[in-house]
């Protein structure tokens, strides 16, 4: 299911024809498309930068509640084995440092000698996977994004779908607000939530208040509501939609 906030506003500007340089793609977006995340993947398959990405996998596998003790242990130990030794077969390209700090523990718990009981916190490579995720998105997804395999890729999808997976820059501010039924079950904080937050702090004259700020000798009120003046629909369904902006403040007293 994909909710699509698109404004009805008859003011806004006309959409200018097809640029990608008018676009910001999103490493999230790109991951939760099953076409640009299987696009993305081969692509770092064939740049022989796959051993992050395989490696990021395995850690969120092992945050399933739906997997057993015994089984986290045993992924534990493969991916040491696999990704963290030194010498193993899909090596992390890493800082001794964050290497030695997860092979301590792995090592002192001796996880490695018993597969079937998790002798470590399921977290035990968070500080790697910060890195991996971190190099993954400002080194190898900007890569991608300037190829000329994502170019074809684009060519051949064409602007809806890129409209999916990207934010229009060029529209400062007014783009579509591309939502999915999972983004309302996700438990992190995305760049695209981010910039949905800014946006919605813009000083605009998009918002009418639904009460005026203030009157003569009455206390400042604590809350203010706003609507906006654009209409929104969801998808192709539900048309006259209007979005809500409530304002708090809070009165600091000096003791």
């Known amino acids: 299911m994909m909710l699509m906030f698109a404004s009805k ?3 806004e500007p006309m959409r200018r024809p097809l640029s990608i340089e008018n ?3 999103q490493l999230e977006l790109v991951m939760n498309e099953p076409d640009a995340h299987e696009h993305f993947v081969k692509y770092l398959k064939r740049s022989l930068n796959l051993e992050g990405y395989l490696f990021l996998c395995q850690v969120k596998e092992l945050q399933s509640p739906q ?3 015994a089984q986290k242990a045993e992924l534990v ?3 040491y084995r696999d990704f963290i030794r030194l010498k193993s077969t899909h090596e992390l390209n890493i800082d001794n ?6 092979e301590s523990v792995i090592l002192e718990t001796d996880q490695l000698s018993n597969s079937r009981e998790l002798l470590v916190s399921q977290n035990v490579f968070a500080p790697v ?5 971190r190099e993954l998105k400002e080194d190898a997804f900007p890569r991608y994004i300037r190829s000329e395999d994502f170019l074809e890729f684009i060519k051949t999808t064409g602007e809806d779908y890129l409209r999916l997976i990207a934010m229009d820059a060029s529209l400062n501010g007014k783009q579509e607000l591309v939502f999915r039924t999972s983004d309302f079950e996700a438990t992190n904080i995305t760049d695209k939530d981010i910039c949905f937050v800014l ?3 813009e000083d605009s004259t998009d918002w009418s208040p639904l009460r005026r700020t ?3 000798d009455t206390k400042e009120r604590d809350t203010y509501s706003y609507i906006s003046k654009s209409s929104y629909h969801v998808a192709d369904s539900i048309d006259g939609l209007h979005l809500n902006l409530l304002v708090y403040f809070r009165t600091l007293l000096n003791k």
């Open 9 to 11: 506003n008859e003011d």
């Open 23 to 25: 676009y910001q793609v």
């Open 67 to 69: 997997m057993r003790d």
């Open 77 to 79: 130990c493969s991916i």
């Open 97 to 102: 440092h964050a290497r030695e700090k997860v």
């Open 129 to 133: 996977a910060h890195i991996v995720a």
């Open 199 to 201: 946006r919605m702090n």
């Open 214 to 216: 203030k009157k003569k």
